[in-house]
């Protein structure tokens, strides 16, 4: 039963172009995560909700927003993909803090996304 | 410099052996260790989780350990599967609120 959801798994869009990838759960957690993460590389925190507070990594550019209208649904918007933009999307979600060992993280499958 | 540093960066192992996988990382003060598996185009699955007063923790063929004066974690795979083939990575969650810190993976090849 998935319990993390992404949508679409794979996008792909034009440069400059805004697109918006979305994320749901079925587990009920506070906390949303949105990661980048590039060919080989790490994943990499865009930004985390806890409930409704947002908060944005200090390196996240402009370019990319959230919003959390509900506590089952995330979204990340790309306001003007660049070809550096290209990336898995990786959302995430935990029941509380992680800095608490018993709170598991559940990752989506991910959405790779294409910028031409 | 990256605070979690894993090795190999790859490594490729016959069906049935054994291989460990490194991690040293310089985040302190740490709150816990976290290994996942990232199977390709896929995103990563929990394996362990083991707080700084934790030497060892097993998940199936998996064992990691953990000693925190050296500042050090291994992750040990027993009798590996081709289904072993994927990324490893090491995490370290600090005290303070969601700082998360992500090795780079140890990407690992099972051959029959």
């Known amino acids: 039963d998935a319990m993390v959801i992404q949508n679409p798994r794979y996008q792909v869009t034009q440069f400059g172009k805004p697109v918006t990838l979305s994320c749901s759960q079925t587990?009920?957690?506070?906390?949303m995560y949105w990661y980048q993460q590039k060919s080989s590389q790490a994943p990499k925190l865009l930004f985390h909700y806890y409930d409704k507070d947002f908060n944005n990594e200090a390196d996240t550019p402009d370019n990319f927003q959230s919003r959390r209208p509900n506590t089952s649904f995330c979204f990340l918007d790309i306001r003007s993909p660049g070809l550096g933009d290209a990336a898995m999307y990786l959302c995430a979600t935990s029941r509380d803090q992680l800095s608490a060992s018993y709170n598991e993280q559940f990752f989506g499958p991910g959405t790779r996304l294409t910028v031409l | 410099k990256n605070q979690v540093e894993q090795s190999p960066q790859s490594l490729i192992i016959l069906e049935g052996k054994n291989c460990t996988l490194q991690?040293?990382?310089?985040?302190?003060?740490?709150?816990?260790l976290r290994w996942y598996k990232q199977d390709t185009g896929r995103g990563p699955v929990s394996l362990t989780i083991?707080?700084?007063?934790?030497n060892t923790k097993s998940n199936g063929r998996y064992t990691a350990t953990l000693d925190a004066d050296t500042k050090q974690s291994s992750l040990h795979i027993t009798a590996s599967q081709l289904s072993d083939s994927a990324s490893y990575i090491c995490?370290?969650?600090?005290?303070?609120?969601?700082?998360?810190?992500f090795g780079a993976g140890t990407t690992v090849t099972v051959r029959a």
């Open positions: 991690c040293n990382y310089t985040v302190s003060p740490f709150s816990n």
């Open positions: 587990l009920n957690h506070n906390v």
């Open positions: 995490v370290v969650i600090s005290p303070s609120d969601y700082k998360l810190s």
């Open positions: 083991m707080t700084f007063s934790e």
